[in-house]
């Protein structure tokens, strides 16, 4: 058993994060942003409340330097830190606050307070993103992807619109985790779990679909019918499933090869296409789906050939994951957001 802070708890990833923890027999304190959310997460898990396995923390603004200092620290004290905790949306007025501040400084400001406060912490894993390995602003096709590539994003391209600015808070909160490593020489090793498009059943208490994470959006709109007379282009071509991510942030917890490594975590290529596929053989109950014949979200003309590669190689190897099939993670997304009124 491990002793685990997990950061952001009531998060799409760190939901299922924290229920794979629990189920490994690991002792957990999860940060939240209020009383209410830990409320939900605590009936949700009330056998492993009352055991003392699981606990809560009130963390209400990540952006704040010192907004973990209180947080990693533990009787029993803490062995190791999974950091999920980092805004993904583009409901943005200032990138700066809305994106970047609570990114950099929320992952900056935890390993700091690790390195301060709790000396007993010997492994950090980080979510990051494949945001912070794509190069978004030159034509990459034949390229192959790996743990080795880095975002070139500037800061005044992060400006531009909030998906670049997404991109950059990923790049940049990355990569001031690795300087953080290489500067303060901490006690404790990082791992960086970089997964693409991450969709899959939701296990958070959502009140309502309004909530739902960015990735699944695409499919929730399409059983809604807005992708009826067109499909909107796929944008990254890249997937994985959020069960398959909480995998790999818990084995990179637990394997001691997983140390000082980048794990680029995902499944293979997807198409909108093929997911309103999906949903038309499983889900024929909305009658708005897109046809066989609607256009659009199809694969660039040449298919995957006219696309960048991965290799995801090493998540394989060291963090022994098993991906899942597109098929299974689109029905289960659905059946799970029918739980929550669509």
Same mark, same amino acid.
């Given at each position: 058993? =491990? /002793?685990?802070?997990?950061?952001?708890?009531?998060?799409?990833?760190?939901?299922?994060?924290?229920?794979?923890?629990?189920?490994?027999?690991?002792?957990?304190?999860?940060?939240?942003?209020?009383?209410? !959310?830990?409320? *939900? +997460? *605590?009936?949700?898990?009330?056998?492993?409340?009352? *055991?003392?396995?699981?606990?809560?923390?009130?963390?209400?603004? $990540?952006?704040?330097?010192?907004?973990?200092? *209180?947080?990693?620290?533990?009787?029993?004290?803490?062995?190791?830190?999974?950091?999920?905790?980092? %805004?993904?949306?583009?409901?943005? =007025?200032?990138?700066?606050?809305?994106?970047?501040?609570?990114?950099?400084?929320?992952?900056?400001?935890?390993? /700091?307070?690790?390195?301060?406060?709790?000396?007993? &912490?010997?492994?950090?894993?980080?979510?990051?993103?494949?945001?912070?390995?794509?190069?978004? =602003? !030159?034509?990459?096709?034949?390229?192959?992807?790996? @743990?080795?590539?880095?975002?070139?994003?500037?800061?005044?391209?992060? @400006?531009?619109?909030?998906?670049?600015?997404?991109?950059?808070?990923?790049?940049?909160?990355?990569?001031?985790?690795?300087?953080?490593?290489?500067?303060?020489?901490?006690?404790?090793? $990082?791992?960086?779990?970089?997964?693409?498009?991450?969709?899959?059943?939701?296990?958070?208490?959502?009140?309502?679909?309004?909530?739902?994470?960015?990735?699944?959006?695409? +499919?929730?709109?399409?059983?809604?019918?807005?992708?009826?007379?067109? +499909? %909107?282009?796929?944008?990254?071509?890249?997937? &994985?499933?959020?069960?398959?991510? #909480?995998?790999?942030?818990?084995?990179?917890?637990? !394997?001691?090869?997983? #140390?000082?490594? /980048?794990?680029?975590?995902?499944?293979?290529?997807?198409?909108?296409?093929?997911?309103?596929? +999906?949903?038309?053989?499983?889900? %024929?109950?909305?009658?708005?789906?897109?046809?066989?014949?609607?256009?659009?979200?199809?694969?660039?003309?040449?298919?995957? !050939?006219?696309?960048?590669?991965?290799?995801?190689?090493?998540?394989?190897?060291?963090?022994?994951?098993?991906?899942?099939?597109?098929?299974?993670?689109?029905?289960?997304?659905?059946?799970?957001?029918?739980?929550?009124?669509?």
């Amino acid at each position: 058993m =491990t /002793r685990v802070l997990l950061t952001g708890g009531s998060g799409f990833i760190a939901a299922h994060t924290l229920a794979l923890l629990l189920k490994h027999g690991h002792s957990v304190v999860t940060t939240v942003r209020t009383q209410e !959310k830990a409320d *939900k +997460i *605590k009936a949700a898990y009330q056998d492993y409340v009352e *055991k003392g396995q699981l606990g809560f923390a009130i963390v209400p603004d $990540i952006a704040q330097p010192d907004a973990f200092d *209180k947080a990693v620290v533990s009787d029993p004290p803490f062995e190791a830190v999974l950091h999920t905790a980092s %805004p993904f949306h583009f409901n943005v =007025t200032d990138v700066q606050k809305d994106l970047l501040d609570p990114a950099v400084i929320g992952t900056t400001g935890i390993l /700091r307070s690790i390195k301060k406060s709790a000396p007993t &912490v010997k492994r950090v894993v980080i979510t990051s993103s494949f945001a912070a390995i794509v190069n978004g =602003t !030159k034509d990459m096709t034949g390229h192959k992807y790996t @743990e080795a590539d880095w975002n070139p994003i500037s800061r005044d391209e992060a @400006e531009e619109n909030p998906m670049m600015g997404y991109r950059a808070s990923k790049t940049f909160a990355e990569r001031a985790a690795w300087e953080f490593l290489e500067k303060e020489k901490p006690n404790f090793t $990082i791992a960086t779990i970089n997964p693409p498009m991450v969709f899959g059943p939701i296990v958070h208490n959502l009140d309502s679909l309004e909530n739902l994470n960015t990735s699944n959006q695409r +499919i929730m709109w399409a059983c809604q019918g807005k992708f009826k007379d067109e +499909i %909107p282009p796929t944008g990254i071509y890249l997937w &994985v499933d959020v069960r398959d991510v #909480a995998e790999a942030h818990v084995a990179a917890m637990e !394997k001691d090869d997983a #140390a000082n490594k /980048r794990f680029f975590t995902l499944a293979g290529f997807f198409s909108n296409k093929e997911i309103a596929a +999906i949903l038309r053989k499983h889900f %024929p109950q909305y009658k708005e789906l897109p046809s066989e014949s609607t256009p659009g979200g199809d694969y660039p003309e040449g298919g995957l !050939k006219a696309l960048y590669g991965f290799d995801n190689t090493r998540s394989i190897e060291v963090l022994g994951l098993k991906y899942k099939s597109l098929e299974e993670s689109i029905v289960d997304a659905v059946k799970s957001f029918q739980d929550v009124g669509l």
